[in-house]
């Protein structure tokens, strides 16, 4: 059965994106990191916030743009939405709803991660109760201002239990199981 995994590059200071959603930040720290390549071939399905899908990437302008991991991944993708657009987008499920949305993109995963991306949709399976694992890799860069890799002001704690932590040329990564 797959697994739910959020993973992201994230700053320093705790930025996954710069001041109003820019993404503009990640481009030089996108490079060789052999964790990426392997967890890249483990994802078989993209659970994806709208926000995400319809925002900024740090590979605007190149022939990148618009493809996950910059085209280093192709397959099915699911943005959660309340707002689906009136024109299909090849490859992708629009759902409206939270359970919908984990129980069809794992359903596409097979036995592999569903990868999570966007933070409030990360938020959101971590409260129900779906997110298996955290994988961060820690940019060296401090951006002051951005949307976090987690924000629940007034949560409560959440316990993780560190499964790795190893490094590449541009990031420091840390791979958590949410406990």
Request: hydrophobic share 40%; charged share 20%; glycine share 14%.
């Amino acid at each position: 059965m797959s697994k739910l995994l959020y993973s992201c590059t994230m700053s320093l200071d705790g930025f996954i994106a710069g001041a109003g959603g820019d993404m503009s930040w990640l481009t030089e720290h996108i490079g060789p990191n052999p964790l990426v390549d392997e967890v890249i071939g483990k994802i078989g399905a993209l659970l994806v916030g709208n926000r995400t899908f319809r925002g900024d990437d740090p590979h605007r302008g190149t022939d990148k743009e618009g493809k996950p991991f910059g085209g280093g991944w192709t397959g099915p993708q699911f943005v959660l939405t309340h707002h689906a657009p009136d024109t299909p987008v090849p490859g992708v499920t629009f759902v409206g709803d939270l359970d919908g949305a984990v129980a069809a993109a794992k359903a596409a995963a097979g036995d592999k991660y569903v990868n999570v991306l966007g933070a409030d949709t990360a938020r959101q399976c971590l409260e129900a109760g779906v997110l298996d694992e955290i994988l961060v890799f820690i940019a060296p860069v401090l951006l002051g201002d951005g949307v976090r890799l987690f924000d629940r002001p007034g949560g409560a704690d959440v316990k993780l239990e560190r499964l790795s932590l190893t490094s590449a040329p541009l990031a420091t990564n840390l791979w958590f199981r949410v406990l």
